[in-house]
């Protein structure tokens, strides 16, 4: 049986993270032949194209597991209408220096919690623009734009009875796409 080793990537660091949460909980609803590992993004410099010759040991730590994962998961909050800034930088260092991209062909899904009525609808529109231009087969169906309200969790930290059937789906398409387009797994 093939394993899959996917990369998640959290765009936010505080300590209380609806999304880091909504990452915890979402894995344990994969199958048993998938391992999630979040990738740390905190300790990043930020990105300097005058640095791609001689990228920090941290930069190359991101690299490294991000190439050694069959496919990515991003679970991202929408700052001001986009993408946290935390997230665009490491998206920034592994695809460079250029030519020697860590993303390339290797499929992706995204979903994101936020208190607003929208949920991280329009941040994931611009992760999508993102995603695109470094080559990569994001699923498009179905979308999660949660907005965090009481029960989204339970008490034990896991998907709440009200949006597990709903995440369970999202779930097992996120598995059928990284199936379909990771090619052959370890």
């Not at 199958?31 to 300097?48: C, E, G, S, W």
């Not at 791609?52 to 040991?57: E, F, L, R, T, V």
């Not at 529109?125 to 009481?150: C, N």
Request: proline share 6%; glycine share 8%.
């Amino acid at each position: 049986m093939s394993h899959y080793q996917i990369a998640v990537l959290v765009g936010s660091f505080r300590k209380e993270s609806l999304n880091r949460k909504l990452a915890d909980a979402l894995v344990k609803l994969a199958p048993p032949d998938f391992t999630f590992t979040q990738v740390r993004i905190d300790d990043l410099p930020l990105y300097n194209m005058d640095e791609d010759g001689n990228q920090a040991p941290c930069v190359r730590r991101l690299k490294a597991e991000l190439e050694a994962s069959q496919g990515f998961l991003f679970v991202t909050p929408e700052y001001n209408r986009s993408i946290p800034g935390l997230l665009k930088n490491a998206i920034d260092h592994a695809s460079r220096p250029y030519g020697k991209s860590s993303w390339v062909g290797k499929p992706a899904g995204m979903v994101g919690v936020s208190p607003g009525a929208t949920g991280t609808a329009l941040a994931q529109q611009h992760l999508r623009s993102i995603l695109a231009t470094l080559d990569m087969p994001t699923m498009g169906q179905p979308e999660v734009f949660l907005q965090y309200k009481e029960g989204l969790f339970d008490e034990a930290g896991d998907i709440g009875e009200g949006s597990r059937k709903f995440l369970q789906k999202w779930m097992d398409r996120y598995v059928a796409w990284v199936k379909q387009h990771a090619g052959e797994a370890t």
